[in-house]
């Protein structure tokens, strides 16, 4: 098991997947990827913290306050963006995982140029 390969499942943790014990092994034996792990974390708790922020809207309110002549709704569009946050709220967690596996497979990528350099 090697940083790079463990790193590129570590978004998986975070959907619910178990570490392996090879997995839980390299991580109580490898600073760095412990402290990444950590960053996987403290990234989770924000994504939750953001889930409690939105403010459910029902349905035949959100179609009233879209009736609204928009002049008279400046506050309207904040409520439709928390609603469009709320239906994609797993895509939006979803993109920032992938962007997190893409980071660290460049940092893994960047790591092997750098050892066989
Ligand atoms: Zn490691």
Redesign the pocket.
């Known amino acids: 098991m090697n940083?790079g390969d463990?790193r590129g499942r570590m978004a998986s943790y975070e959907s619910g997947a178990e570490p392996t014990r090879r997995e839980v092994r390299?991580l109580s034996r490898?600073k760095?990827?412990a402290q990444e792990m950590a960053r996987y974390g403290l990234l989770a708790e924000s994504l939750e913290e953001l889930s409690s922020q939105v403010v459910m809207v029902p349905a035949a309110l959100e179609a009233a306050l879209i009736a609204i002549p928009s002049a008279a709704r400046p506050r309207l569009r904040a409520a439709v963006v928390v609603t469009h946050l709320r239906r994609n709220r797993r895509s939006y967690a979803s993109g920032v995982a992938l962007a997190l596996t893409a980071g660290a497979a460049t940092w893994a990528t960047r790591s092997r140029r750098l050892e066989a350099a």
Request: charged residues 15%.
């Open positions: 940083c463990l390299h490898c760095e990827c």
